[in-house]
Every structure is written in structure tokens, then in C-alpha cells.
């Protein structure tokens, strides 16, 4: 069941499906960069189509079938969108990020790999594109996804899981493991949209398993006076915790629809 509280219309492209006793399990694996246009300096042309490797050292092995990734769709120079889908198959018509003009976007994408695990991306228009490899699907992978009716784990608007607005560059703990439906113990990684609320300047947040020093890793781009949510899939830490870090002040709402475990 899809709701929206304004008049608009709707896309949904489906990717994918779990059930019981079928598919492959899933491997989450702290988020690893495995391709980024910035460097080169050199915007992506329209029409561009990008090869991302999922495998190597520390990414999925040779069996894996499916990949969970985080794309960034950065400075488009107009609006677009980006496609992903496995190499070595026909591209379909499909939109995994839109951007707007002058805007940069990430979102969450799972996707079925080619044969030899390599991902394809189409950019419509002039962009930077940046790839964040967060887990893999396939037959030695160990965990299982548990969906939930999504509940709210937390909501700075109401203190919730934390109280009041996120400042720049200040990192914040929240138990998630025992939470709604989460058990307490057996979850490894958890499913949740983030939504950013009220920015007065656009900046990006940072989910990770409390690591000593925060990945130089980007989930969710918001810009300033609006709202802009996308789906986080992140490995929790060894006491079930997520640490939240953004670099710009903003509410934060977070969702939780699933785990892995």
C-alpha cells in the first residue's frame, strides 16, 4: 500500500524480492567506495554508461548474485536521473536516483550483478557519480532479512531516540538492536529511510557501526528548507548501536523497515 497526502503521481520499479526457503542471503559489510567520478575532475557526460565492480578483496566474492549499494548523483549540471542495472543485460527502463538541476542526490539501490559481478550505470545528464558498496547477496552469504511493519525509531522533532536538532559535525549514539521488533541480539544490520527535516543549509549524513572515526561515507544529501529522505542499510556494532553524523544542523526522523540477522 502506497500513501501520499499531496496529489501526485507515482513510479515504482521493482528490483527484487525476499521470501521464505528461496533466493540467496545477504552479507552486510561496512560501506566501501568502489567508484567515484570527482577526482578525475571531469563531470560524466550525458548518456554515459559506468561499469562498478561488486567484487574483489574486502566487496562480494565470485558466487554473489546481488549487491546493495549507495549511489550519489552529484552537481548535475541538469535534471536526470540514474540507471542501474546488471552488465551484460539490456539496460531497462528504470530511474534509481533523480536529480534536479545544480542538486546532488543519493539512494539506496539492490541489484542483481552480471556474470562477472560488475553493476552498470547510466547518467541522463552532465554529473559526478559516486558508488558505496554496503553488503551482497549469494549462496556463502550468512544472514537472512527480517521485515517489519516500519515503526519510528526516532524523531529529534518529538526527542525521540534523541533529543533535539542534530548540529554540524556532531556524532550521535542510538541503540537500535532491541528496538520495535529488532531482537536484541541476533540483528547484524538493520533497514531504515532517514529523512532529514528542515535544513537551513544542505549538507549529507554519515551511518555507521560506531567505528572509532566516523567512514568518509555519505547516506543521505538534503538540501537547505526542505525535506529529503533515502534508505539506509547499515551493519550495527558489536552492542547494537548506529552512530549518526551529519555536517550540517538538521531534524532527523528515522524509520526502521527491516533487519538482517
Same mark, same amino acid.
Given at each position: ?12 520499479d ?11 542471503? /545477504? #552479507?552486510p ?12 575532475? &571531469?563531470?560524466l557526460?550525458a548518456?554515459?554508461v ?9 566487496a ?12 550519489? &548523483?552529484? =552537481? ?11 552488465? *551484460? @543485460?539490456?539496460?531497462?527502463?528504470v ?5 534536479a538541476?545544480?542538486?546532488?542526490? @543519493? ?6 550483478? %552480471?556474470? %562477472?559481478? !560488475? ?7 552532465p554529473?559526478?557519480? &559516486? ?6 547477496? +549469494?549462496?556463502?552469504?550468512?544472514? #537472512?532479512?527480517?521485515?517489519?511493519t516500519? /515503526?519510528?525509531?526516532? =524523531?529529534?522533532?518529538?526527542?525521540? +531516540?534523541?533529543?533535539?536538532? /542534530?548540529?554540524?559535525?556532531? #556524532? ?5 538492536? *532491541? ?22 543549509a ?15 561515507r ?5 538540501? &537547505? ?15 547494537? !548501536? ?12 528515522? =524509520?526502521? @523497515?527491516?533487519? /538482517?540477522g
Open positions: 500500500c502506497v500513501f501520499s497526502n499531496v496529489g501526485t503521481h507515482v513510479v515504482v521493482l528490483f527484487g524480492s525476499f521470501a521464505p526457503g528461496s533466493g540467496n542471503r /545477504f #552479507e559489510i561496512s560501506a566501501q567506495r568502489r567508484f567515484d567520478s570527482r577526482p578525475s575532475g &571531469a563531470v557526460p548518456g554515459s559506468v561499469r562498478v565492480a561488486s567484487r574483489g578483496a574486502g562480494a566474492p565470485a558466487d554473489s548474485t546481488a549487491a546493495s549499494f549507495t549511489v550519489h &548523483a552529484l =552537481d548535475a549540471a541538469a535534471g536526470g536521473y540514474v540507471t542501474v542495472w546488471p552488465c *551484460g @543485460t539490456t539496460m531497462p527502463v530511474s534509481s536516483v533523480n536529480v538541476a545544480g542538486t546532488s542526490v @543519493t539512494n539506496a539501490v539492490d541489484v542483481a550483478v %552480471g556474470s %562477472g559481478g !560488475d553493476v552498470c550505470f547510466f547518467v541522463s545528464a554529473m559526478h557519480l &559516486a558508488v558505496d558498496l554496503a553488503g551482497w547477496y +549469494g549462496p556463502s552469504a550468512t544472514t #537472512e532479512f527480517h521485515a517489519l516500519p /515503526f519510528r525509531l526516532a =524523531d529529534t522533532r518529538q526527542g525521540t +531516540g534523541w533529543q533535539g536538532s /542534530f548540529a554540524r559535525n556532531t #556524532e550521535r549514539r542510538i541503540d537500535v538492536a *532491541g528496538a520495535g521488533g529488532i531482537p536484541a541480539a541476533a540483528a547484524r544490520a538493520v533497514v531504515a529511510q532517514f529523512t532529514a527535516v528542515n535544513a537551513p544542505g549538507g549529507f549524513l554519515t551511518v555507521h557501526p560506531c567505528l572509532a572515526r566516523a567512514p568518509q555519505s547516506m543521505l544529501r538534503y538540501p &537547505a528548507s526542505a525535506n529529503m529522505a533515502a534508505l539506509v542499510n547499515s551493519v550495527l556494532s558489536a552492542d547494537g !548501536d548506529w552512530c549518526v553524523v551529519t555536517n550540517a544542523s538538521t531534524d532527523l526522523v528515522v =524509520d526502521v @523497515t527491516g533487519w /538482517f
